[in-house]
C-alpha cells in the first residue's frame, strides 16, 4: 500500500504527469532595478559566470508553481549565464530514487519532505552542503537551529550534516476566524493558549460554540487530529521531546503524548466547544468544517487548519476582510516560545558541479525568495527579504509568524513511518474522538509501529 503523507494529500494531486522546461532567463518577471526588490543581491550573482553549463532541477512542481518556480530559477541563468532546466513529476518520490540508483540524479532534488532525502543521504546519493550553509542558516532564518536540524541527516558512516537547504513553507499552527463576529461580540485575539482557553470558555457563557473541527477526509479521515496534536506536543514540550516522539525514541504512548492527545480532546470532546457536538467531529468533512465560521448566525467562531484551508471557504469569501487568521497561541506559563508547525520543500544535491554550488548559494540571497514571494504561495523564514513585497497581507502575515517563531518543527506524521503518519495515527484520532481514551489509542499506535520494526 502506498501511504500518502498529509503535505500531499493537501497539495491535491489531481493528474500523473511530468513538466520539463528550460528556463526562459529573457522572461524576468520583474525588471531588475524596479521595485522594492534587493536588486543588490541580483547584481552580486553577475560576478560568477557560467555561460555554457547547465543546472538540472527536479521536483515535486507542476501546473502554476512550476511556472513561479521556474520564474525565480530565471534570474540565477540571467545573472550567470547557467542553463537551467527544470522538470517537474507527482512521482517525484519514486522517480528521484530510481534516478538515484541508475547513475543519472539531476544537480537538485527538490523535496517535500525530509524523509526521503534523510533516507537520500544515508545511502551516499546527496552531497553535503558544508558547515558555512549551515551556519548561514542559523544566522539568516528565523528559528535558524530549527531549520539547520531540519535539513541533518546522517550519511552511510553515521556521521551528521548539512543535506537539505528549505525553500517555500508551509505554516499550520493557524486559527481561522470571522473577523466581523469576533467585533459583534466584543471578543479580542488571544496572545497565549491561557487565553485561548479562556476565550472558547467566554463564548460558551455567551451562548455561542468556539470551535468547528472536522476530521473527515475519505481514507484519510483523521488527519486534522494529528495536526491538532503535533501542535500541541510543542506547545506542551521541549523541542527535544518532540523530535523522540517523531522518531519513536520515546514510546507513542509515553505520558507526555498522551497528555497531549487530551489537550486536543479538551477542545474536540466537549460536547459545548464544537458545533454539532463532539459526536459529529469524526464524520465532519475538514472541507466543510469551516463553513460554519460564516453561517449566519455563526456555528462557531473559531477553526483551527493550515493556510491553505481558504480554498474551502464559501465562494466570495475574503481573506483579511470576511476571513481572517491568527497564531495558535503557546502557553505563557510553559515559557517554550512560540513555536509553529508546518511543512515546506527543501534543496538537495544529487549530482555535483560547480555551477550546482552556485545555485545553492543562490538560494540564500534576497532576490530569489523576493520574486517568488511578490507571486502567490511562497512563505520564507529569511530574516533579509523586503516583507512589503509578499504579494498580499495574508501572506505578509503569515510570513511574520515564521519570522516570529522561537523554533519550527515540521509535520509530525509526515516524518513517520506511512503505517503510522499516514495509518494508525488517522485512525487513532478517529477512534479518540469517538470515545476511546487517549490512553488506549496511544498504546494501539505504538503497537502499529513496533510491528513494523
Same mark, same amino acid.
Given at each position: 500500500?502506498?501511504?500518502?503523507?498529509?503535505?500531499?494529500?493537501?497539495?491535491?494531486?489531481?493528474?500523473?504527469? @511530468? %513538466? #520539463?522546461?528550460?528556463?526562459?532567463?529573457?522572461?524576468?518577471?520583474f525588471a531588475?532595478?524596479?521595485?522594492?526588490?534587493?536588486?543588490?543581491?541580483?547584481?552580486?550573482?553577475?560576478?560568477?559566470d557560467l555561460?555554457g553549463?547547465q543546472?538540472?532541477?527536479?521536483?515535486?512542481?507542476l *501546473?502554476?508553481?512550476?511556472?513561479?518556480?521556474e520564474s525565480?530559477?530565471?534570474y540565477?541563468?540571467?545573472?550567470?549565464?547557467?542553463?537551467?532546466?527544470?522538470?517537474?513529476?507527482?512521482?517525484?518520490?519514486?522517480?528521484?530514487? /530510481?534516478?538515484?540508483?541508475? %547513475?543519472?540524479?539531476?544537480?537538485?532534488?527538490?523535496?517535500?519532505?525530509?524523509?526521503l532525502?534523510?533516507d537520500?543521504?544515508?545511502?551516499?546519493?546527496l552531497?553535503p552542503?558544508?558547515?558555512?550553509?549551515?551556519?548561514?542558516?542559523?544566522?539568516?532564518?528565523?528559528?535558524g537551529?530549527?531549520?539547520?536540524?531540519?535539513?541533518?541527516?546522517?550519511?552511510g558512516?553515521?556521521k551528521? %550534516?548539512?543535506?537539505?537547504?528549505f525553500f517555500?513553507?508551509?505554516?499550520?499552527?493557524?486559527?481561522?476566524?470571522?473577523p466581523?463576529n469576533?467585533?459583534?461580540?466584543?471578543?479580542e /485575539?488571544?496572545?497565549? @493558549?491561557?487565553?485561548?482557553k479562556?476565550l472558547?470558555?467566554?463564548i460558551?457563557a455567551?451562548?455561542?460554540?468556539p470551535?468547528?473541527?472536522?476530521?473527515g477526509?475519505?481514507?484519510?479521515?483523521?488527519?486534522?487530529a494529528? $495536526?491538532?496534536?503535533?501542535?500541541?506536543m510543542l506547545?506542551t514540550?521541549p523541542?527535544?521531546v518532540?523530535?523522540?516522539?517523531?522518531?519513536?525514541?520515546?514510546p507513542?504512548?509515553d505520558?507526555?503524548?498522551?497528555?497531549?492527545i487530551?489537550?486536543?480532546?479538551?477542545?474536540?470532546?466537549?460536547?459545548?466547544?464544537?458545533?454539532g457536538?463532539a459526536?459529529?467531529v469524526a464524520?465532519?468533512?475538514?472541507?466543510d468544517? =469551516?463553513?460554519?465560521?460564516?453561517? #449566519?448566525?455563526?456555528?462557531?467562531? @473559531?477553526?483551527?487548519?493550515?493556510?491553505?484551508? =481558504?480554498?474551502f471557504?464559501?465562494?466570495?469569501?475574503?481573506v483579511?476582510?470576511?476571513?481572517?487568521f491568527?497564531?495558535f497561541p503557546?502557553?505563557a506559563?510553559?515559557?517554550?516560545?512560540?513555536?509553529?508547525?508546518?511543512?515546506?520543500?527543501?534543496?538537495a /544535491?544529487?549530482?555535483?558541479?560547480?555551477?550546482?554550488?552556485?545555485?545553492?548559494?543562490?538560494?540564500?540571497? =534576497?532576490?530569489?525568495h523576493?520574486v517568488?514571494?511578490?507571486?502567490?504561495?511562497f512563505?520564507?523564514?529569511?530574516?533579509?527579504?523586503?516583507? $512589503?513585497?509578499?504579494?498580499?497581507?495574508?501572506?505578509?502575515?503569515?510570513? $511574520?509568524?515564521?519570522? *516570529?517563531?522561537?523554533?519550527?518543527?515540521?509535520?509530525?506524521?509526515d516524518? @513517520?513511518p506511512?503505517g503510522?503518519g499516514? *495509518?494508525?495515527?488517522?485512525t487513532?484520532?478517529v477512534?479518540?474522538? *469517538?470515545?476511546?481514551?487517549?490512553? $488506549?489509542?496511544?498504546?494501539? /499506535?505504538?503497537?502499529?509501529?513496533?510491528?513494523?520494526?
Amino acid at each position: 500500500m502506498k501511504f500518502l503523507t498529509k503535505s500531499a494529500l493537501v497539495a491535491g494531486i489531481t493528474a500523473t504527469m @511530468m %513538466g #520539463s522546461a528550460t528556463v526562459a532567463a529573457a522572461d524576468l518577471k520583474f525588471a531588475p532595478g524596479e521595485g522594492d526588490f534587493n536588486w543588490a543581491s541580483y547584481e552580486e550573482l553577475k560576478s560568477t559566470d557560467l555561460s555554457g553549463q547547465q543546472v538540472t532541477v527536479f521536483g515535486p512542481w507542476l *501546473g502554476p508553481d512550476q511556472e513561479l518556480v521556474e520564474s525565480v530559477l530565471a534570474y540565477f541563468g540571467e545573472a550567470t549565464g547557467a542553463d537551467v532546466k527544470y522538470t517537474g513529476s507527482d512521482s517525484f518520490e519514486q522517480q528521484i530514487m /530510481i534516478d538515484a540508483e541508475a %547513475g543519472s540524479a539531476p544537480n537538485v532534488a527538490v523535496f517535500p519532505q525530509p524523509g526521503l532525502a534523510a533516507d537520500m543521504a544515508k545511502r551516499g546519493f546527496l552531497s553535503p552542503l558544508g558547515d558555512d550553509t549551515a551556519d548561514w542558516v542559523r544566522d539568516n532564518y528565523a528559528a535558524g537551529q530549527s531549520w539547520v536540524d531540519l535539513g541533518t541527516y546522517a550519511d552511510g558512516d553515521g556521521k551528521d %550534516g548539512l543535506y537539505g537547504f528549505f525553500f517555500k513553507v508551509d505554516v499550520k499552527s493557524l486559527v481561522w476566524y470571522s473577523p466581523e463576529n469576533f467585533e459583534d461580540a466584543g471578543y479580542e /485575539i488571544p496572545e497565549s @493558549m491561557e487565553e485561548l482557553k479562556a476565550l472558547t470558555d467566554q463564548i460558551v457563557a455567551d451562548g455561542g460554540t468556539p470551535w468547528c473541527i472536522g476530521l473527515g477526509s475519505g481514507g484519510a479521515t483523521g488527519w486534522p487530529a494529528t $495536526d491538532w496534536v503535533e501542535d500541541m506536543m510543542l506547545r506542551t514540550q521541549p523541542t527535544d521531546v518532540y523530535d523522540q516522539w517523531v522518531s519513536n525514541d520515546i514510546p507513542f504512548d509515553d505520558p507526555r503524548v498522551i497528555a497531549a492527545i487530551e489537550e486536543f480532546g479538551a477542545f474536540a470532546r466537549n460536547d459545548d466547544y464544537v458545533a454539532g457536538g463532539a459526536g459529529v467531529v469524526a464524520s465532519t468533512d475538514f472541507r466543510d468544517s =469551516p463553513k460554519g465560521l460564516f453561517s #449566519s448566525p455563526a456555528q462557531c467562531y @473559531m477553526h483551527r487548519q493550515a493556510s491553505f484551508i =481558504p480554498a474551502f471557504f464559501p465562494e466570495g469569501t475574503e481573506v483579511g476582510a470576511d476571513a481572517d487568521f491568527f497564531y495558535f497561541p503557546a502557553y505563557a506559563e510553559k515559557d517554550l516560545g512560540s513555536p509553529v508547525l508546518g511543512a515546506g520543500t527543501l534543496f538537495a /544535491i544529487t549530482n555535483d558541479s560547480p555551477a550546482t554550488r552556485a545555485l545553492m548559494e543562490f538560494l540564500k540571497s =534576497p532576490i530569489a525568495h523576493e520574486v517568488w514571494m511578490a507571486q502567490q504561495g511562497f512563505l520564507t523564514p529569511h530574516k533579509g527579504v523586503n516583507t $512589503d513585497l509578499y504579494a498580499t497581507d495574508t501572506l505578509r502575515s503569515m510570513g $511574520d509568524i515564521l519570522l *516570529g517563531a522561537t523554533t519550527f518543527r515540521f509535520d509530525g506524521s509526515d516524518l @513517520m513511518p506511512g503505517g503510522v503518519g499516514a *495509518g494508525s495515527f488517522w485512525t487513532g484520532m478517529v477512534d479518540y474522538a *469517538g470515545g476511546k481514551s487517549a490512553a $488506549d489509542v496511544a498504546k494501539g /499506535i505504538q503497537e502499529s509501529w513496533d510491528a513494523l520494526k
